[in-house]
């Protein structure tokens, strides 16, 4: 969902950098690149690391809470306008088409995100940071997806664009695209710079590779 579907990847990197200087720890887009598609515990658990930071249970769920506050403080006034090119139009393309459709997120978000961008229907099934047990690189949220789907890994494509999520994807047996920097992502089936033009034919193909 964030930088996939909806440009809400910058707000985790807002809210984790605000919560980043607040401890006086250095957070930059590197290694914000490091957290996209890792749960919040387990993001904070890798700043904390970057900063030599050992810190008790309460004072990590006291960050967590705050990170969260701000974060949906961001994220407020969310609108169907911050979609992200082309992301509409292959959702509602494959509706149309009677292709499944699961949202695999690490957010405890996901839901009321997708219900301010008005697109939750579209998905037969949502998979997200409330019911996964392991965060991203595992492919736990894409196995249980696709199980809720009632399809096998090799008859999915997932969409990342996070490294966490494409080695996910690749370790869980799927094919993945990419949507990023091929730099970054290389461990994807291709890698697209954004969601225009992805047809359904397109889908197929990958399927075949
Ligand atoms: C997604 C985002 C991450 C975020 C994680 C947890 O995977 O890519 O940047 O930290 O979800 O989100 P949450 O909304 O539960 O804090």
Redo the contacts with the bound molecule.
């Keep these: 969902?964030?930088?996939v579907i909806v440009d809400t990847?910058k707000y985790?990197f807002l809210a984790w950098q605000r919560l980043a200087d607040s401890l006086s720890i250095e957070f930059t887009h590197e290694h914000n690149e490091q957290?996209?598609?890792?749960?919040?515990v387990d993001?904070l658990e890798r700043i904390l690391q970057w900063g030599n930071l050992v810190l008790n249970n309460a004072k990590k769920v006291e960050l967590m809470d705050l990170?969260?506050k701000w974060?949906l403080e961001y994220v407020e006034g969310v609108n169907p306008n911050e979609m992200l090119p082309g992301a509409h139009d292959l959702l509602l393309d494959l509706k149309k088409n009677g292709v499944k459709i699961g949202l695999g997120?690490?957010?405890?978000?996901s839901v009321m995100i997708l219900e301010k961008l008005g697109i939750f229907s579209l998905f037969d099934v949502v998979i997200d940071?409330t019911i996964i047990h392991m965060s991203?690189p595992h492919p736990e949220v894409f196995l249980r997806g696709a199980s809720a789907l009632q399809l096998q890994p090799v008859d999915c494509v997932v969409f990342e664009d996070?490294i966490s999520g494409v080695q996910a994807a690749v370790d869980g047996g799927f094919r993945c695209i990419g949507i990023g920097d091929p730099s970054v992502l290389g461990q994807a089936t291709v890698v697209v710079s954004d969601l225009r033009g992805m047809s359904l034919a397109q889908l197929q193909s990958i399927l075949k590779q």
């Design positions: 969902m964030d930088g990847a985790h957290l996209k598609g890792v749960s919040r993001s990170k969260n974060y997120s690490s957010s405890k978000n940071g991203k996070a």
